[in-house]
């Protein structure tokens, strides 16, 4: 889990970096992190996770404030619980997890892949250009409370 999250997201934000460098291209690249980088779940004991995806909101920093100075932007985006098809699966081996973790937001619900696009346009595209070393934190106000 490490290898893939932390390790996966360097080295293929260092092959895209290097060729922005070297074409002098600015541009913006994003990773996917969790809010479960910020917070610790409540009910899930998955430590390893939890580091690996804060270490992916670190790394976004870093990168950012290394790759600045060649008009690199870093930003990561830390959604909530998704419903994917890993999920999904997780609900048939623990159903009521399904009723419960929609409580633990204010919008009491989870989200759909979908409703990250909007954030990952915004990042990528020039209406951010002063954004770099940020994490978007969208979780339906789970963190909030």
Not at 47 to 72: D, F, M
């Amino acid at each position: 889990m490490l290898g893939v999250n932390i390790t996966g997201c360097l080295m293929t934000a260092q092959a895209v970096a290097r060729q922005m460098v070297k074409n002098k291209w600015p541009g913006s690249i994003v990773m996917i992190a969790s809010m479960s980088g910020t917070i610790a779940n409540r009910g899930l004991i998955c430590p390893v996770y939890n580091a690996s995806k804060a270490g992916v909101i670190q790394l976004g920093r870093n990168l950012a404030a290394e790759w600045g100075q060649y008009g690199i932007r870093v930003n990561t985006i830390s959604p909530g619980y998704i419903v994917t098809e890993m999920v999904e699966k997780l609900f048939v081996q623990f159903p009521e997890r399904k009723t419960e973790w929609p409580t633990h937001n204010m919008l009491n619900r989870l989200s759909q892949p979908e409703d990250y696009r909007g954030a990952a346009v915004f990042l990528l595209s020039d209406a951010s250009t002063f954004m770099t070393g940020s994490d978007l934190r969208i979780d339906g106000g789970h963190a909030a409370w």
